[in-house]
Nanobody, 123 residues
Framework: QVQLVESGGGLVQPGGSLRLSCAAS????????IGWFRQAPGKEREALLC????????NYADSVKGRFTVSRNKDNNTVLLQMNNLKTADAAAYYC????????????????WGQGTQVTVSS
């Protein structure tokens, strides 16, 4: 069966960095799109970014643009999320999700969700 597993979360100080991984099993991350989302307590789920392995498109929400970078590790069948200059507002549970094959409208076309990994940003 298809499964997405996030890892790499943890505790980091403001200004620090973390690298999250979204590992896929049951499917090859090719000709699909992967989105990253986060949700903090009491807040709505926020769409952060999308990477399409179909056309190479990467897009970022304004809240993370310039600080977060998404990439694909083909050898490990994973999508990586490098998070730099973390702020307290970035603290949340982070989820990856499989969507359509292009990033346009990806939020509306989720097929599978990972279980999430917790990111805590605190001094």
């Amino acid at each position: 069966q298809v499964q997405l597993v996030e890892s790499g979360g943890g505790l980091v100080q403001p200004g620090g960095s973390l690298r999250l991984s979204c590992a896929a099993s049951g499917l090859i991350l090719e000709d699909i799109a992967i989105g990253w989302f986060r949700q903090a307590p009491g807040k709505e789920r926020e769409a952060l970014l999308c990477i399409s392995t179909y056309d190479g498109t990467k897009n970022y929400a304004d809240s993370v643009k310039g600080r977060f970078t998404v990439s694909r590790n083909k050898d490990n069948n994973t999508v990586l999320l490098q998070m730099n200059n973390l702020k307290t507002a970035d603290a949340a549970a982070y989820y990856c999700a499989k969507t359509y094959y292009i990033c346009s409208g990806y939020v509306q076309n989720i097929d599978y969700w990972g279980q999430g990994t917790q990111v805590t940003v605190s001094s």
